[in-house]
């Protein structure tokens, strides 16, 4: 049981080597693990998942000598550059390496994704909701928060473990409270 919990926790943290995988119960913490892991891979793979890929602009060239003019009458087209090349590998390897951090149960929602940032956006959709259920996490979470009390014969640390675990929910719904605020709440709370 404790190795199965072990590999269980070292997947979805990811490795030197390897993307988290997504968890969609877990969202928020995933999602910063993946954003962390790509920024370290390289100041350009971040920029496919917020940018999308990159898509090199080919134009037609003129053509150069009368065999060109005479040969068939279509303008030939340039070639992508190496900056070109480089970008588009690198939204291949984000592509690969978020593909590969979506957990078994939610791959079939992306398969069909031809884009790093389009994972990444149905996967938030997915896991974070629309506007109607982040508004109503965000009451409920209030609500946590404000109706605060300690369990009778808990102790303190579980229940400031409990607390605590409120507060990040708050932060992770985009309501960040004050220390002292905060402080006061939790003593507040013990009765």
Not at 41 to 70: F, K, M, N
Not at 94 to 113: K, W
């Amino acid at each position: 049981m404790a190795q199965s919990l072990s590999l269980n926790v070292s997947n979805r943290v990811g490795g030197s080597n390897r993307a988290p995988i997504l968890v969609a119960s877990e969202y928020h913490h995933s999602s910063q693990r993946i954003e962390r892991y790509l920024k370290r891979l390289g100041r350009d793979v971040w920029r496919c998942v917020e940018e999308g890929p990159h898509v090199p602009i080919l134009t037609p060239v003129q053509a150069d000598s009368a065999e060109d003019i005479l040969g068939g009458g279509q303008a030939a087209i340039n070639r992508p550059t190496k900056d070109d090349i480089d970008k588009m590998e690198t939204d291949a390897l984000v592509f690969y390496e978020i593909s590969c951090g979506v957990a078994p149960d939610n791959f079939d929602i992306i398969i069909n994704c031809k884009s790093a940032k389009e994972i990444w956006d149905v996967l938030k959709n997915l896991c974070e909701g629309s506007e109607q259920a982040q508004d109503k996490k965000l009451i409920t979470t209030l609500n946590e928060f404000n109706n605060f009390k300690a369990h009778p014969g808990k102790s303190l640390e579980d229940s400031f473990k409990r607390f605590n675990s409120i507060v990040t929910k708050l932060s992770n719904v985009g309501t960040v409270r004050d220390n002292h605020e905060t402080n006061l709440k939790f003593l507040n709370g013990l009765g």
